[in-house]
Nanobody, 124 residues
Framework: VQLQASGGGLVQAGGSLRLSCAAS????????MGWFRQAPGKEREFVAA????????NYADSVKGRFTISRDNAKNTVDLQMNSLKPEDTAVYYC??????????????????WGQGTLVTVSS
């Protein structure tokens, strides 16, 4: 599967952005999908993940209550709605796909396919 992330940009603290990841191929619903981010000088970190059906969600503690992950299997997309953004949310955001069913994992090594990333900058 090929992944294409979009929707990044510059936003003021407290604002919102919606990221979208479009996947190619007819088997999108077979993948657990995740979002990760990498800030300058830091390691890539988990943000959120969603099960194949969309019924199971997993969030990093740092984004709980502010970010919402969702997917549309008919459109082959997974979105990340980001509200109440903080300067520390500034990072390149990546979407990823995991072929292994029944886990909604938070480790980057669990994911098999990665998009190219989209930059989110939150100004104070």
């Amino acid at each position: 599967v090929q992944l294409q992330a979009s929707g990044g940009g510059l936003v003021q603290a407290g604002g919102s952005l919606r990221l979208s990841c479009a996947a190619s191929g007819p088997t999108f619903s077979n993948y657990v999908m995740g979002w990760f981010r990498q800030a300058p000088g830091k390691e890539r970190e988990f943000v959120a993940a969603i099960s194949r059906s969309g019924n199971s969600l997993n969030y990093a503690d740092s984004v709980k209550g502010r970010f919402t992950i969702s997917r549309d299997n008919a459109k082959n997309t997974v979105d990340l709605q980001m509200n109440s953004l903080k300067p520390e949310d500034t990072a390149v955001y990546y979407c990823a796909a995991d072929r292994t069913p029944f886990r909604v994992g938070g480790r980057s090594d669990q994911y098999d396919y990665w998009g190219q990333g989209t930059l989110v900058t939150v100004s104070s």
